[in-house]
T-cell receptor, first 113, second 115 residues
Framework: AQKVTQAQTEISVVEKEDVTLDCVYETRDTTYYLFWYKQPPSGELVFLIRRNSFDEQNEISGRYSWNFQKSTSSFNFTITASQVVDSAVYFCAFSGGYQKVTFGTGTKLQVIP | GAVVSQHPSWVICKSGTSVKIECRSLDFQATTMFWYRQFPKQSLMLMATSNEGSKATYEQGVEKDKFLINHASLTLSTLTVTSAHPEDSSFYIC???????????FGPGTRLTVL
């Protein structure tokens, strides 16, 4: 069975600080996808990234970056120079092949001005 | 990206009534749709998976007679909460899988409050 663990329940940072959200997954699948979603107070899920298991290259998109390491089964998400608008709940998620998406428990990020 | 809509975005109903929530894929055909439920300050939990034209597959612990799912076409799935009770109050999110890369796209969610 697949499992996604986000050990950090809540994180508070001061604006402009960098912050890393951790995600660890468990699976026996060789082909799978990892995701990060942002859920602001409005509730709507905002897709951030999808990464397949064969692509371990790190990715950078503006202030966001992702570090995928199969050796440690981790897919961590870093926000540099955080802003108040980054305050939200962030979910790491997993999908084995074309199967259902399983979500982690989420990390609530609060960026303090 | 592809768009998935849900209607209504929020609904308040009396205990004992039934509520129907629609999920539509607007610009792609969705062979599979998923329904999730999210209680306050919790994660999204999958309720059921439905494929067009066939019966939905429910996750363990989800009552299929209470949460009726109809996936009648490649662009529409409905979730009906029958005889709703206050404990059914939650945020219901659908997702649809399809498109060129068979990706999964999420709807904006429906907030159900049962009085």
């Amino acid at each position: 069975a697949q499992k996604v663990t986000q050990a950090q329940t809540e994180i508070s940072v001061v604006e402009k600080e960098d912050v890393t959200l951790d995600c660890v997954y468990e699976t026996r699948d060789t082909t799978y996808y990892l995701f990060w979603y942002k859920q602001p107070p409005s509730g709507e899920l905002v897709f951030l990234i999808r990464r397949n298991s064969f692509d371990e290259q790190n990715e950078i998109s503006g202030r966001y970056s992702w570090n995928f390491q199969k050796s440690t089964s981790s897919f961590n998400f870093t926000i540099t120079a955080s802003q108040v608008v980054d305050s939200a709940v962030y979910f790491c998620a997993f999908s084995g092949g074309y199967q259902k998406v399983t979500f982690g428990t989420g990390t609530k990020l609060q960026v303090i001005p | 990206g592809a768009v998935v809509s849900q209607h209504p975005s929020w609904v308040i109903c009396k205990s004992g009534t039934s509520v129907k929530i629609e999920c539509r894929s607007l610009d792609f055909q969705a062979t599979t749709m998923f329904w999730y439920r999210q209680f306050p300050k919790q994660s999204l939990m999958l309720m059921a998976t439905s494929n067009e034209g066939s019966k939905a597959t429910y996750e363990q612990g989800v009552e299929k007679d209470k949460f009726l799912i109809n996936h009648a076409s490649l662009t529409l799935s409905t979730l009906t909460v029958t005889s709703a009770h206050p404990e059914d109050s939650s945020f219901y999110i659908c997702s649809a899988r399809g498109g060129l890369n068979n990706e999964q796209f999420f709807g904006p969610g429906t907030r159900l409050t049962v009085l």
